[in-house]
């Protein structure tokens, strides 16, 4: 193998095109661009993948990671994040008195991944494999804050925050909402980063605003950061 690719020409290219889609959708001509692919040899490429559900289209028609990549993590128990989440959640809901999530963007929504809920009283539930909205809440801000200047803004659309709120989560390194997703609950989220340093997922707690307050991160901010540099060590060093 040479620094200029495998030898390979078609899996050279259709790995570029994955890796294109790491940085989340993209339409056709965002693909030719960010993998310097002909729009023809893009297409076929990208379409080809798609067939094998390697590839697949959000509600926009642009190109995801599809779920055969998931399938195969899972068969190969490679998937680092899930397997080093349930201890860091764990710990984080004991230290908090709080449920902890952690949660993936899924095109326009993000799913619940992992959970550790808080085991009696008032609590904020929120189980394995919801999707909740991208509009709203500490995970979705995390989950967006960090994004091109482009799809920032897309979406910023309709959201119950605002790119100044947004300015300072990348500058805090951490996100509080307040009765955003839903009516007396509170939330903290904090990122965590690939080996690319790209953000990949977001560990939050939530529970109801009486017990919060209405300045979550003044309570909880450095315990879910500190949960999620330990999940984003676990990917670097995997």
């Not at 094998?52 to 399938?71: S, T």
């Not at 397997?83 to 929504?109: I, K, W, Y």
Request: with cysteine; proline share 5%.
């Amino acid at each position: 193998m040479t620094s200029n690719g495998s030898g390979v020409g078609v899996i050279d290219k259709a790995a570029m095109v994955l890796s294109a889609l790491e940085a989340g959708p993209a339409s056709l001509a965002e693909l030719v661009t960010l993998t310097g692919l002909a729009r023809p040899t893009a297409h076929r490429l990208a379409v080809a993948l798609e067939f094998h559900r390697i590839v697949g289209r959000d509600l926009q028609g642009r190109f995801v990671l599809g779920p055969r990549l998931a399938e195969l993590s899972s068969a190969a128990g490679e998937d680092r994040l899930l397997a080093a989440a349930g201890p860091v959640l764990g710990a984080l809901r004991d230290q908090t008195g709080e449920s902890a999530q952690l949660f993936r963007r899924q095109g326009d929504l993000r799913l619940c991944v992992a959970a550790a809920e808080r085991p009696v009283g008032l609590r904020d539930s929120v189980p394995i494999g919801a999707t909740l909205s991208m509009r709203a809440g500490s995970a979705a801000q995390v989950l967006l804050a960090w994004e091109e200047p482009d799809r920032l803004h897309t979406g910023l659309r309709g959201a119950r925050f605002s790119a100044t709120m947004l300015s300072g989560v990348r500058r805090r390194g951490w996100a509080q909402s307040i009765a955003e997703r839903e009516r007396g609950v509170a939330s903290v989220s904090a990122p965590v980063r690939g080996p690319s340093n790209r953000v990949v997922a977001a560990v939050s707690i939530s529970g109801p605003v009486d017990r919060l307050t209405r300045q979550p991160g003044r309570l909880h901010a450095k315990s879910v950061i500190d949960a999620a540099r330990t999940l984003t060590e676990a990917l670097v060093r995997g």
